[in-house]
């Protein structure tokens, strides 16, 4: 009896095994992971690239600075006279102008607005604008020419001045170096910088340049 009783309960396990055993196993793809935020990283800023501008290389000759690639350009090298003319034995006074060769420059620019042009000095100059003048010239019977001076006669006067002087405005961008600029944009037409430190000269060099009209302007 007792064995019959140890065989039941040996049975009755076994059916409760299986059981387990067929019993489906429910399995989850999804992985259940701990959010953790994450410190916002803060763009690091480009470093800012200082624009080194050039320097003339010969001292008292403006050069056109070009700023789109910031580089300079050389002028025309040119020389004008300094002449002395009476008008009608001088009843009608008398003008000095400045004279040279050519009736338009070979260096040419379109920009009619932000020109600007730089110059080395020897350091030893107080006041540039004393010392350098921008004159605008005139094409006349192939030669550029421009008044610099006038004295009234006796009688009237009809005859009109050649060309202008430019005003313009210098600032120190480096030791003996200097930027040239002005406040109005210059015309279309011919000029020349020219050295005026000493005007007892016949003759004085000029750095000329010509200006063009772009057709869209």
């Given at each position: 009896?007792?064995?019959?009783?140890?065989?039941?309960?040996?049975?009755?396990?076994?059916?409760?095994?299986?059981?387990?055993?067929?019993?489906?196993?429910?399995?989850?793809?999804?992985?259940?992971?701990?959010?953790?935020?994450?410190?916002?990283?803060?763009?690091?800023?480009?470093?800012?690239?200082?624009?080194?501008?050039?320097?003339?290389?010969?001292?008292?000759?403006?050069?056109?600075?070009?700023?789109?690639?910031?580089?300079?350009?050389?002028?025309?090298?040119?020389?004008?006279?300094?002449?002395?003319?009476?008008?009608?034995?001088?009843?009608?006074?008398?003008?000095?102008?400045?004279?040279?060769?050519?009736?338009?420059?070979?260096?040419?620019?379109?920009?009619?607005?932000?020109?600007?042009?730089?110059?080395?000095?020897?350091?030893?100059?107080?006041?540039?604008?004393?010392?350098?003048?921008?004159?605008?010239?005139?094409?006349?019977?192939?030669?550029?020419?421009?008044?610099?001076?006038?004295?009234e006669g006796m009688l009237n006067n009809n005859e009109q001045e050649k060309g202008k002087l430019i005003s313009l405005s210098v600032k120190m961008i480096s030791k003996d170096n200097y930027m040239i600029q002005f406040s109005e944009a210059l015309e279309a037409g011919e000029y020349g910088f020219v050295w005026v430190k000493n005007m007892e000269q016949k003759e004085f060099s000029v750095a000329a340049f010509?200006?063009?009209?772009?057709?869209?302007?």
């Amino acid at each position: 009896m007792l064995l019959l009783s140890v065989v039941s309960m040996a049975l009755l396990l076994q059916v409760q095994a299986q059981k387990k055993t067929n019993k489906q196993v429910v399995r989850y793809d999804t992985i259940i992971r701990k959010h953790v935020t994450k410190p916002a990283v803060k763009p690091v800023p480009a470093a800012k690239v200082e624009l080194v501008l050039p320097t003339p290389e010969f001292i008292n000759q403006p050069y056109y600075y070009d700023k789109n690639d910031n580089r300079l350009i050389k002028l025309e090298n040119a020389t004008a006279q300094l002449l002395t003319k009476k008008k009608t034995f001088g009843l009608k006074g008398a003008k000095q102008f400045f004279t040279m060769d050519g009736a338009s420059s070979k260096i040419r620019f379109t920009t009619k607005t932000g020109i600007t042009f730089f110059i080395k000095t020897t350091g030893d100059v107080i006041d540039l604008t004393s010392y350098i003048k921008l004159y605008k010239f005139i094409s006349n019977d192939e030669k550029r020419e421009v008044t610099i001076s006038s004295k009234e006669g006796m009688l009237n006067n009809n005859e009109q001045e050649k060309g202008k002087l430019i005003s313009l405005s210098v600032k120190m961008i480096s030791k003996d170096n200097y930027m040239i600029q002005f406040s109005e944009a210059l015309e279309a037409g011919e000029y020349g910088f020219v050295w005026v430190k000493n005007m007892e000269q016949k003759e004085f060099s000029v750095a000329a340049f010509g200006i063009d009209w772009k057709s869209s302007d």
